[in-house]
């Protein structure tokens, strides 16, 4: 028998999955239902779209809310595709009503896919000159350092601690860690 695989996904904790849950098991109320709480730019750093794509075979269909759900950009879509198309399955998204099960919804969906990469990049080239007019004029920083932590990563430099344990006890980042290292230095 075919399954119906419904994937929901939100890329923050503030995020809420309700309404991408409630419009898939409207769509198919019979689906088996996976959802995860992560970022959208890596389809190999998302355990359980890896496990759905894994256990999807010939005749199954996965199905999404919204396409930016799935995917962030035109290779990560294409690669999908492409592995469903080589085990017979097909990809449905509801929101835009696109069926991979026939060709005009496989052409419509690259089309898509071209248009949410081309989003993606748009916004984050926005991003990019408003963080630069910021550092121009003084008001973006970056992110600020943990005084207190970095304090108690030199102590336990100091005390020759080795960095694997510092990372152990802190929590913090090894790379951090060797950079706080090398100003020491």
């Not at 904790?13 to 419009?23: G, S, Y």
């Not at 052409?107 to 993606?120: C, K, W």
């Not at 108690?152 to 080795?162: F, R």
């Amino acid at each position: 028998m075919n399954k119906v695989f419904t994937y929901c996904r939100v890329s923050t904790t503030d995020q809420n999955l309700e309404a991408q849950k409630e419009e898939l098991l409207k769509a198919h109320p019979d689906s088996e239902l996976h959802c995860e709480k992560a970022s959208a730019t890596s389809i190999e750093k998302r355990p359980i779209l890896q496990a759905v794509l894994k256990a999807i075979r010939g005749g199954d269909k996965l199905v999404v809310w919204k396409i930016d759900r799935l995917v962030r950009n035109m290779r990560d879509l294409s690669e999908i595709v492409a592995l469903l198309k080589e085990r017979g399955a097909s990809l449905e998204i509801v929101d835009q009503k696109i069926d991979t099960s026939t060709p005009s919804g496989t052409a419509f969906l690259q089309m898509l896919g071209v248009f949410a990469e081309f989003e993606t990049n748009i916004r984050a080239e926005r991003q990019a000159i408003g963080i630069a007019k910021a550092k121009a004029e003084g008001k973006y920083k970056g992110k600020q350092a943990n005084l207190a932590k970095h304090a108690e990563v030199k102590e336990y430099l100091e005390k020759g601690y080795p960095v694997r344990e510092i990372v152990k006890l802190t929590g913090m980042g090894k790379s951090n860690v060797y950079k706080i290292r090398s100003k020491l230095a």
